[in-house]
């Protein structure tokens, strides 16, 4: 018997349990406890060193993969997937990292061409986590700024004024430099846009407060969504680069209230609360109050919100009745929204917090079902452990159950009213706090301190119960002039206890866990009743159909099938796995289903590997490659740092500008006069001309969907590639010349031609159309194409004297820089090039050390000043830590993060005062 099972047995024989043994409620337990075991969850959270970056910068995180039930390290996956992708949800970096007992570092350089200035978001996942969907994969939004970008800062606001068949939009702009003077007597062009679409075109100057208005139309009550203002300053001698400014317009008549009655609905006579949401449009709550009345116009209830947009509040309905909300908008105005239908029949289910260890559930139903043959099931679980159940028969209009907390873990204790035969009615999550997290203490070893000074630090970690407790830990210090670490973000016990059980964003997590917050538990208990939350399809619980689609990884291991030509598994056949940097030769057999696995590779930092069978054998090979997650659209995306700027970023911003400005050496360096080119020279006959081209990472990102694509594919994917003559180049010898026809429906055809192009076309080439679809993405390190005029002499043999022809002929030529081999050596029909991502391994985090007599070069003016991802505490519970402070003064923020790898999870900041005291000078 497994675990789980054992644990469900346990607590239908529990204090909380009965007088006697249900079978339906253990057919119910048992159902649960296989869900589970079939689909195990894992819970995966990122701390990142810090909360924003700037061009250039490294992001280092550290990754907690953690099984959802008991919140203890994951053994299931060995490896983890980080992307990042920009504002229009493109993968522009990926990269593979080893966990061990679900724990992993690693850092990612912020630099490239395909990583300009933006908003970007961090996704992190296993291979295991696609089975659960995106609501499983762990995203954090943030912003890029350029070091060497805009020193032009806005103060933009909108206002919307409604008009009859079209709405007028004011907008408010005001330039300032970095040293907060306006940008005066500025030229400004100013374009309107959505998405690519040009909206409306303006010019403008700044005068000489740095101030411009535009005023512009939008089509009446229509949304207003991905439009920007792009401003480019036109004068001379400035930089034209466009600053993008969003237009943030909520629509006041557009705001979204939700009615949401406690245990999933309204029911005839049955008292229920009912919680609300008031969210404008870029789905933020937003505070809204106003009143219940019923279909005669009566008022039964009022309602006001409380934080972010929602509240809670009591009602008894009737039957035959309907209720409506009349709500006071932001602006004053009232509008009508309507609450859900009134049952006639059914139950309710209610929570309450009876004591500071107990809560009591009361389940009511109306008469109808008031029959001591029905029975139903209440089950209380948290994060899919099953911890109460009872059966319930009711003998009068409700039934109370007290229940003690202890029996539930920290977390969202999640209630299901079923009836006797599996089918859901009511539902009802409630939070648990024995506030039993890890007891963190940051210890300086003096108050405050000098510039370049040494700075130590003792960490302490205690359990509940105050002993001393091993724990691994990560630790981010950052400057406080630069780096805003709000309070009210996320942090692992946010995310891990609350955040990852829940449908969707929850706005200002960390408000729920600080306790001077002293509405926190009414605030956190109206967020769990307004918010959806993330669990297993009770239809999948109760009649099983699905299977894993995607295979835990718990290492890096190459695993694929051998097939004859007629597709069949060839068994007991040897399979041969080869790379020359560094050598490797590996050799297997296929299993009974033809299946073959390589494993224990050394370090691996370039990854080519040929996968070959017996070529006498006509055995073709595949191999299994990563199917990356679906990406979905991230909403609320950041700001570009330059709009509405608070100080902290601005002073950001200007440190990377002096930092940029100094690392550029004038002495050096020879400026030519500027140079007005007034003129384009004209394309030469013989053109030549680069239409695109991509680099091994791009190659990889094009990918769409979850497969891999042939060369064949990636052409047809670029839409600047016409109808033209293919000449194609792999490696640098010329293959067939090919008639290619960009489409992008599949089927695509074409036509084979010699060099030079022939009288006759001939209709079999199966070599070239084979190298088309043979060459994968993970065969090509990169590839150009251009399009080129190429003079050719036609020849009419048919006429006397011959007729010659002199034409040009236009060809897409196509470079290939591949993985392998062509020629004598190519790689023949059935062999396998497969280069999987490599494992990424971190850096070392460079701190300086300063001296005494050491001689200062260059100002320090580090925005993380110390960064450790693997702090591990002792038996004692202590660790220490050692850094040096930069050269400005204020203070820093220690944050520490992590698990005891045992269940228990903490947090904790800390400011250090920088600067401002007589600390010691530094060591020697």
């Not at 339906?24 to 649960?32: E, F, P």
């Not at 943030?142 to 007028?168: C, H, M, P, Q, W």
Request: aromatic share 8%; net charge positive; with cysteine.
């Amino acid at each position: 018997m497994k675990k789980a099972t054992i644990l469900f047995a346990m607590v239908l024989f529990s204090a909380a349990g009965y007088s006697q043994v249900n079978s339906g409620l253990l057919t119910t337990l048992s159902a649960i406890a296989g869900m589970r075991d079939r689909f195990p969850i894992e819970k995966l959270y990122l701390q990142l060193d810090k909360p924003y970056y700037s061009l250039g910068d490294t992001l280092r995180f550290k990754a907690y993969l953690l099984n959802a039930d008991f919140l203890k390290p994951s053994k299931r996956s060995g490896l983890l997937y980080v992307e990042l992708a920009n504002n229009s949800n493109k993968i522009v970096k990926r990269i593979t990292i080893r966990l061990a007992l679900g724990i992993g570092w690693a850092d990612i350089a912020l630099r490239g061409k395909n990583i300009p200035e933006g908003a970007y978001t961090l996704r992190a996942y296993t291979n295991w986590m696609e089975n659960f969907g995106d609501d499983y994969i762990y995203k954090k939004s943030f912003y890029i700024s350029s070091v060497n970008g805009s020193s032009t800062l806005v103060k933009a606001n909108f206002k919307l004024e409604n008009g009859i068949g079209k709405d007028k939009v004011t907008a408010n702009l005001s330039f300032t430099g970095l040293n907060d003077k306006p940008k005066q007597q500025k030229d400004i062009r100013l374009t309107i846009k959505q998405a690519d679409k040009t909206l409306f075109k303006e010019q403008a100057n700044t005068g000489a407060e740095g101030n411009v208005q535009l005023n512009f139309d939008v089509p009446e009550k229509s949304a207003i969504k991905n439009v920007n203002i792009h401003a480019q300053d036109m004068s001379t001698g400035a930089d034209t680069t466009a600053l993008i400014i969003p237009i943030n317009i909520n629509r006041v008549e557009n705001t979204d209230l939700q009615f949401m009655p406690e245990g999933g609905n309204l029911v005839a006579g049955l008292t229920a609360r009912i919680g609300f949401k008031a969210i404008n449009g870029d789905g933020k709550g937003i505070a809204i109050s106003g009143k219940i009345i019923d279909s005669k116009q009566k008022e039964v209830a009022t309602f006001k919100s409380t934080h972010t947009g929602m509240g809670v509040f009591e009602l008894t309905p009737q039957a035959g009745e309907s209720y409506t909300a009349a709500a006071i908008l932001s602006n004053g105005t009232i509008k009508i929204y309507a609450l859900p239908k009134v049952n006639t029949t059914g139950t309710a289910l209610s929570v309450n917090s009876k004591s500071k260890d107990a809560l009591e559930l009361t389940i009511a139903a109306t008469p109808d079902l008031l029959t001591a043959a029905t029975t139903y099931y209440l089950v209380g679980q948290t994060r899919g452990v099953v911890c109460y159940s009872s059966v319930i028969n009711f003998k009068g209009a409700e039934v109370k159950k007290i229940i003690t907390t202890d029996l539930f873990p920290t977390g969202i204790a999640h209630f299901t009213l079923f009836t006797s035969y599996n089918r859901p009615l009511n539902e009802r999550i409630f939070y648990i706090d024995h506030q039993d997290n890890l007891q963190i203490a940051v210890n300086t070893d003096k108050p405050n301190y000098n510039l370049r000074d040494s700075i130590g630090l003792t960490i302490q970690t205690n359990g509940k119960d105050g002993k001393p407790i091993r724990g691994n830990f990560s630790v981010a210090v950052t400057d406080d002039s630069q780096i805003n670490t709000d309070s009210l973000t996320d942090n692992i016990v946010s995310n891990m206890l609350l955040a990852s059980d829940l449908k969707g964003t929850v706005e200002e997590p960390g408000y729920y866990f600080n306790e001077k917050n002293a509405d926190r538990a009414a605030a956190l208990d109206n967020l769990l009743l307004t918010q959806g939350w993330v669990g297993y399809d009770w239809k999948q619980v109760f009649a099983p159909t699905q299977k894993p689609q995607y295979d835990a990884e718990t290492d890096f291991i190459v695993k694929g099938h051998a097939s004859n030509i007629f597709n069949k598994p060839v068994a007991n056949t040897e399979v041969m796995l080869i790379s020359t940097k560094p050598t490797i030769l590996l050799n297997t057999k296929t299993d009974k289903d033809g299946m073959f696995t390589f494993k224990d590779f050394p370090r691996l930092d370039t990854i080519n590997f040929r996968i070959q069978t017996k070529r006498t054998l006509n055995i073709g090979v595949n191999v299994d490659v990563f199917a990356p997650a679906e990406i979905t659209a991230t909403k609320n995306m950041p700001l570009p740092w330059y709009v509405n700027s608070d100080s902290i970023m601005v002073n950001y911003a200007k440190k990377k500008k002096i930092e940029w400005d100094e690392s550029y050496d004038a002495r050096n360096t020879i400026l030519l006069k500027e140079v007005e080119i007034k003129a384009k020279q004209p394309e030469p006959l013989y053109l030549n001309r680069l239409l695109i081209q991509m680099d091994e990472e791009e190659i990889r990102n094009a990918r769409p969907g979850k497969k891999p694509l042939t060369l064949h594919q990636l052409l047809n994917q670029q839409e600047d590639l016409s109808q033209m003559h293919l000449r194609l180049i792999v490696d640098g010898q010329r293959t067939t010349h090919l008639q290619f026809t960009h489409t992008t429906q599949p089927g695509v055809k074409y036509d084979i031609m010699d060099e030079p192009p022939p009288e006759k076309v001939p209709d079999e080439s199966p070599e070239v159309l084979g190298l088309l679809d043979h060459l994968m993405t993970e065969d090509i390190k990169g590839f150009s194409a251009k399009k080129i005029l190429v003079p050719v002499l036609i020849v009419i043999p048919f006429t006397d004297p011959p007729i010659k022809i002199e034409r040009m002929l236009t060809y897409l030529q196509v470079s290939v820089t591949t993985n392998i081999k062509f020629g004598d050596d190519a790689i023949p029909p059935g062999d396998f090039v497969y280069r999987p991502m490599p494992i990424s391994w971190p850096r070392q985090f460079y701190s300086p050390r300063y001296t005494v007599n050491s001689t200062p070069i260059g100002k320090d003016r580090r925005s993380t000043i110390f960064w450790v991802p693997n702090l591990v505490t002792d038996a004692s519970g202590k660790a220490d830590l050692s850094f040096y402070s930069a050269d400005l003064r204020g203070s820093y923020t220690v944050i520490i993060e992590g698990t005891d790898m045992n269940g228990n999870l903490g947090f904790n900041r800390k400011k250090i005062k920088i600067g401002s005291g007589s600390g010691s000078t530094p060591a020697k």
